[in-house]
Nanobody, 122 residues
């Protein structure tokens, strides 16, 4: 199983970005895809998760109403739309896969992609 995250960049506060996670080696219908982020000096934290079997989504309180996870237009991809970005959203964003339902903590995720850096300037 391989994951490739992309779409990060530099954006002004209030702006938007769309991250994408391309998954290979497993069918999305049987896994959950989580998005996590890690800012310098901080622990990795869960941002969002989507259970691909029925597209149920979950969000951290800090991003609820601003971030949206969904199936991507490309096959076997999961996107994360980031709107109304704040300086505190600056971090490296990672996608991860686990067989089963969404989990809040990073530990239960079996496969991880590379990170993509999101920098929000204030």
């Amino acid at each position: 199983v391989q994951l490739q995250a992309s779409g990060g960049g530099l954006v002004q506060a209030g702006g938007s970005l769309r991250l994408s996670c391309a998954v290979s080696g497993v069918t999305l219908d049987y896994v959950s895809v989580g998005w996590f982020r890690q800012a310098p000096g901080k622990e990795r934290e869960g941002v969002s998760c989507i259970e691909a079997r029925d597209d149920s989504t979950y969000y951290a309180d800090s991003v609820k109403g601003r971030f949206t996870a969904s199936r991507g237009s490309a096959r076997n991809t999961i996107d994360l739309q980031l709107n109304s970005l704040k300086a505190e959203d600056t971090a490296v964003y990672y996608c991860a896969v686990r067989r089963g339902v969404c989990a809040v903590a990073p530990g239960p995720y079996e496969y991880w992609g590379n990170g993509t850096l999101v920098t929000v300037s204030s």
